[in-house]
């Protein structure tokens, strides 16, 4: 766990730019910093390992003052990752992600080996291993830099802004990526971003911060966007906040009709205003009986209720089809149904 006990950083010049800050990153968990550029993010981020001293209170790590370890110490412990990767121009792909192994004296096989598992955990082509960093997309030598951050598996793991120099469809693969390797490894991340969206989708807490290094809020995203603490922070939450939040409520709690759901042999014919879902003989949606009209599905308490009325939005029938893990067909959610666990989350 990473503790800010009344933090400040106040710089030579006399600036504030972290004002008495207080919060706890808890272990194997994401804490993601966001907030409106120059609030003080990365300041916060690099008095973790020390890159930069806080002038007042304590950062904890584990319990231990970080003040108290040694720097090279200390950031043996910690990954740290950043925007446009930094990676070394003229070191081969798989000798940038082995450098912390060099450093800590590993020999060249060992470290060479850990490089390219790494390489392949994060999703990349071990081809890619010979390669220098000019020769890879910005996607690419992003992972490369995640691979590198993980090189020594410290327990923690700083990531400032990391996915913010690519476009809009690798990022959210990257973050998509990051969220998969967390559930494998568990590692502490305190991550930074100024984009509330990458923030509610990868924090389990978020601590939205103001210009003057100020903590507006700290909660975890759906508290975040059911209940803003104040104005700056429902602005900084944007628009559509009702919907968004919607994607933190499950769809377990949908009532399914399954006499909606005909089986593609059984010849049935459509009444005049039900909609029916003409399933295979392995359970799969085939389509609208006799409407020529898209469905839309989703899984059945996996996915959350914003998937399942987007699926309803997805054909006339405003109806959602159910899924189970495997893609078989449970039953339907109509919109009667989606209509009253739209108001049990309005309520709740
Ligand atoms: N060495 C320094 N001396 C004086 N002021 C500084 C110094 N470094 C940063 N600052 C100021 O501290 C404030 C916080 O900077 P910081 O880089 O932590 O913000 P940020 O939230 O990460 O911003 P961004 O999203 O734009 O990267 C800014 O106003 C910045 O100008």
Not at 116 to 125: A, I, N, P, Q, T
Not at 150 to 156: C, E, G, W
Request: hydrophobic letters at 40%; one cysteine or more; aromatic letters at 6%.
């Amino acid at each position: 766990m990473i503790t800010f006990d009344s933090v400040t950083k106040r710089y030579p010049d006399g600036f504030v730019a972290v004002d008495n800050l207080s919060l706890e990153a808890e272990t194997g968990q994401i804490t993601v910093l966001v907030g409106p550029s120059g609030c003080g993010k990365t300041t916060t981020l690099r008095m973790i390992n020390r890159m930069i001293d806080a002038t007042e209170g304590q950062i904890l790590l584990d319990g231990s003052d970080v003040r108290q370890i040694d720097p090279p110490t200390l950031r043996r412990g910690i990954g740290y990752v950043i925007q446009q990767a930094g990676l070394f121009p003229h070191r081969k792909i798989v000798d940038n992600v082995a450098t912390v192994p060099y450093l800590l004296g590993w020999e060249k096989k060992k470290a060479r080996d850990r490089a390219m598992e790494l390489l392949e955990r994060v999703g990349l082509d071990p081809k890619m291993a010979q390669r220098y960093p000019f020769q890879l997309s910005g996607g690419q030598q992003q992972r490369v830099g995640v691979a590198r951050a993980l090189a020594a598996d410290p327990p923690v793991l700083l990531m400032d802004e990391p996915f913010s120099a690519v476009d809009p469809i690798v990022r959210t693969s990257l973050q998509e990526e990051l969220l998969r390797l967390q559930a494998e490894l568990n590692k502490t991340i305190v991550f930074v971003t100024h984009d509330i969206d990458e923030a509610i989708k990868l924090g389990d807490k978020v601590a939205v911060l103001r210009v003057g290094g100020k903590l507006a809020q700290f909660a975890a995203p759906k508290t975040l966007l059911s209940e803003p603490a104040d104005d700056f922070v429902r602005e900084f939450l944007g628009r559509d906040r009702g919907i968004r939040r919607l994607s933190f409520v499950s769809s377990s709690h949908l009532r399914l009709r399954t006499d909606l759901t005909v089986s593609s042999s059984s010849g049935a014919t459509p009444s005049d205003d039900a909609w029916l879902m003409v399933v295979s003989e392995d359970g799969k949606p085939v389509g609208w009986l006799d409407r020529d009209e898209p469905f839309g599905t989703y899984v059945h308490g996996k996915d959350s209720l914003r998937a399942a009325l987007d699926a309803a939005l997805l054909s006339s029938s405003g109806q959602a089809v159910a899924l189970d893990e495997s893609g078989r067909v449970v039953g339907i959610a109509t919109r009667k149904a989606l209509d009253e666990a739209l108001s049990e989350a309005a309520d709740g």
